[in-house]
């Protein structure tokens, strides 16, 4: 059993919102922290990972709501009866305290719907405007390393702090090994995961990618044609990207597909949370969604390993890919963190037209950013900082500052003209106690 994070964040919204959806993949945890919720809350749990309450609430919405009357109630796997949005929404206006007569006698209650889905059913506009401000969303992603260590301190709120002067004069940890770090990404985040034998780990991820990459497909997929033998060849192809720019062209080109069923198939594996495209980061709002070749990041980096066929830390760490499955696992590392930070971040990546680059960009809402980069290094060179150096140019005043992460064990500043730069241990970043077992 794990804390996570969320939790706390989850409590409070059903206290604030009608309805409370967590949405992430399947085996994430999601079910383990409603069914805690609602047993602590006196919540009725219902899943539709039963067939028996599936067919009733599939065959009569409304009728179903309606038969739960007054209770709060947790509905898990909420995405195998879409059917139920308009019935969830008239429960929450009835229940919420407004009626097309007026106001119901009690007013307003809160906590109605605590919702989870495997598949993101509100990513469709037609489904985000039948509850507008009824609704808090919460992404629930597998294990932080945070989480698997039981640490508290939150990774986004640190870089955007940018106090790093207490640990540049503290005595520098032991840092992790090149084994220990490529065992981790290895690991991944899925708690079921942590702490089984290699052997386990690969039947795991075995029956997990058949589950999720083809029959879940199916169910989110209603093309025809065989996408069967595409998905199998995708899955591994996507996995080799992860880290790198989604040119749907080379995408298309490799599985012999068009360029639009590519980017279809992409959307679905999106909807499951397996992976995420990251836009680049634009000053201009309006053009960041239109950009065509954003960044692709798998969400867990031991599903992606598995993909790739890479099962020990010696064939990892000689595998092309390590590097961008590093800066895969940092990525996910902001993204977990985002969810449950006291500060609002948008997350993208940074590539001008000279093709100078920036891992990754961290936006507060009111425009200014971090940037941070990722190297597989233990040593640091002035010329690392060229990427991040070419997004302070093009940010300009909204620019705070950039961090580097790399596997050695100082916290190092440098300059860059006027900008100062910082590049910090991987461990820091993990915000562990130098007491703790590091990537373990």
Not at 152 to 158: F, K, P, S, T, W
Not at 285 to 299: E, G, I, Q, S, T
Not at 306 to 314: A, P, Q, Y
Request: charged share 25%.
């Amino acid at each position: 059993m794990y804390t996570r994070h969320l939790l706390p964040l989850v409590r409070d919204m059903l206290g604030e919102f009608r309805i409370v959806y967590v949405p992430g993949p399947r085996q994430s945890g999601k079910t383990t922290l409603v069914r805690g919720i609602a047993a602590e809350s006196g919540m009725r749990y219902l899943t539709f990972d039963d067939p028996a309450v599936r067919a009733a609430a599939a065959g009569d919405p409304h009728g179903f709501v309606r038969s739960l009357g007054d209770e709060a109630v947790v509905l898990d796997e909420f995405q195998d009866v879409p059917g139920l949005v308009p019935a969830i929404k008239e429960a929450s206006d009835l229940r919420g305290g407004v009626s097309p007569d007026g106001p119901v006698p009690g007013g307003p209650r809160k906590g109605l719907f605590l919702l989870t889905g495997s598949a993101d059913l509100f990513r469709s506009a037609r489904a985000q405007e039948a509850l507008p401000g009824h609704m808090a969303r919460l992404e629930l992603l597998p294990l932080s390393l945070a989480e698997i260590h039981g640490t508290r301190r939150n990774l986004v709120d640190y870089l955007l702090a940018g106090d790093f002067s207490g640990q540049s004069r503290s005595s520098p940890a032991v840092p992790p090994t090149r084994g220990q770090i490529a065992n981790r990404i290895l690991l991944g985040g899925y708690p079921e995961v942590q702490g089984m034998s290699p052997r386990a780990r690969r039947i795991w991820f075995r029956s997990y990618t058949e589950g999720r990459f083809f029959r879940d497909f199916e169910t989110l997929y209603t093309a025809r044609g065989d996408h069967h033998s595409r998905i199998r060849a995708l899955a591994p192809f996507l996995a080799g990207l992860s880290g790198n720019l989604l040119r749907y062209a080379s995408l298309a080109n490799a599985l012999e597909l068009n360029d639009k069923l590519a980017k279809s198939y992409v959307e679905v594996l999106e909807l499951m949370f397996l992976i995420r495209r990251v836009p680049s980061y634009r000053k201009n709002l309006a053009r960041r969604m239109a950009v065509r070749m954003p960044k692709l990041h798998f969400l867990d980096t031991g599903l992606a390993c598995h993909l790739l066929g890479l099962r020990n830390e010696d064939r990892l760490l000689t595998s092309p890919h390590y590097g961008a499955l590093l800066e895969t696992l940092v990525y996910t590392e902001l993204a977990k963190h985002a969810e449950w930070a006291e500060e609002e971040v948008g997350l993208y990546h940074f590539r001008d037209k000279r093709k100078r680059e920036a891992d990754i960009v961290a936006e507060r809402p009111d425009g200014r950013i971090v940037g941070v980069e990722v190297k597989a290094s233990a040593t640091v060179r002035r010329e690392d900082f060229n990427g991040l150096a070419a997004l302070a140019e093009f940010a300009g005043a909204g620019f705070e500052r950039g961090v580097l992460f790399y596997t050695g064990a100082h916290v190092l500043p440098f300059h860059r003209g006027d900008v100062r730069f910082h590049a910090l241990p991987l461990h820091a970043g993990r915000c562990a106690s130098s007491r703790e077992k590091r990537f373990s």
